[in-house]
Nanobody, 126 residues
Framework: QAQLVESGGGEVQAGDSLRLSCAFSERIGRTFSKYGAGWFRQAPGKEREFVSS????????DYTDSVKGRFTISRDNARDTLYLQMNNLRPEDTAIYYC????????????????WGQGTQVTVSS
């Protein structure tokens, strides 16, 4: 059973930046470097949606259209950590952000992710 813990959320103004981190741990078995990983978000009153994904060795990344050019996903397998650099934040980015890992190389589908963090709140005011 893997555990994921997000951090780095907060309240910012439109145009500001934040970097989210997600620390991975697993008592036995697979290491972080074996998993694809991704970020999802859930805004108030809306379903959880895909934000970005990254393959196990960072060779492939994917983003939802609304964050392309503003958000950058990355990972440090030596530190068992996933990141999401968010620049030029907008009020519509306000949501709870979740990190997750998948046994697939990488995926945009929530159903293909096995382990989830508890989420971190990002609030962007205009």
């Amino acid at each position: 059973q893997a555990q994921l813990v997000e951090s780095g959320g907060g309240e910012v103004q439109a145009g500001d930046s934040l970097r989210l981190s997600c620390a991975f741990s697993e008592r036995i078995g697979r290491t972080f470097s074996k998993y694809g990983a991704g970020w999802f978000r859930q805004a108030p009153g809306k379903e959880r949606e895909f934000v970005s994904s990254i393959s196990s060795s960072s060779e492939n990344t994917d983003y939802t259209d609304s964050v392309k050019g503003r958000f950058t996903i990355s990972r440090d397998n030596a530190r068992d950590t996933l990141y999401l650099q968010m620049n030029n934040l907008r009020p519509e980015d306000t949501a709870i952000y979740y990190c997750a890992t998948t046994f697939y190389p990488y995926s945009t589908s929530e159903k293909e992710y096995s382990y989830w963090g508890q989420g971190t709140q990002v609030t962007v005011s205009s």
